[in-house]
Nanobody, 124 residues
Framework: QVQLVESGGGLVQAGGPLRLSCTAS????????MAWFRQAPGKEREFVAG????????NYPDSVKDRFAISRDNAKNTVYLQMNSLKPEDTAVYYC?????????????????WGQGTQVTVSS
């Protein structure tokens, strides 16, 4: 089990960038596949990016592909989400999630460990 803490959320104008960070506790971070999900009011939690535990594979839905990029620094126990060309519809609470020794999965129920979330608001 890992404890996850997100940071970097805030208010940004449409078209601007924002980078989220998620730092994990413990010594086994390099064995966890990491993912970012988001949830807007009244909507289900949706997958936005994932990177496997080796860092060799990443996955994005079409809605953010070519705009978002996930990366990890195992030496810092941190995963990042670089978000570019933000749109008002990207407004949501963004959550970091972890699944040990797993492929990149896109369903929230596949991830056991979650952060508390960080708000991202994109103004038009």
């Amino acid at each position: 089990q890992v404890q996850l803490v997100e940071s970097g959320g805030g208010l940004v104008q449409a078209g601007g960038p924002l980078r989220l960070s998620c730092t994990a506790s413990g010594r086994t971070f390099s064995t966890y596949t990491m993912a970012w999900f988001r949830q807007a009011p009244g909507k289900e939690r949706e997958f936005v990016a994932g990177i496997n535990w080796r860092g060799s594979n990443s996955n994005y839905p079409d809605s953010v592909k070519d705009r978002f990029a996930i990366s990890r620094d195992n030496a810092k126990n941190t995963v990042y989400l670089q978000m570019n060309s933000l749109k008002p519809e990207d407004t949501a609470v963004y959550y970091c999630a972890a699944a040990r020794l797993s492929p990149v999965l896109t369903t929230p129920s596949e991830y056991r460990d979650w952060g508390q979330g960080t708000q991202v608001t994109v103004s038009s």
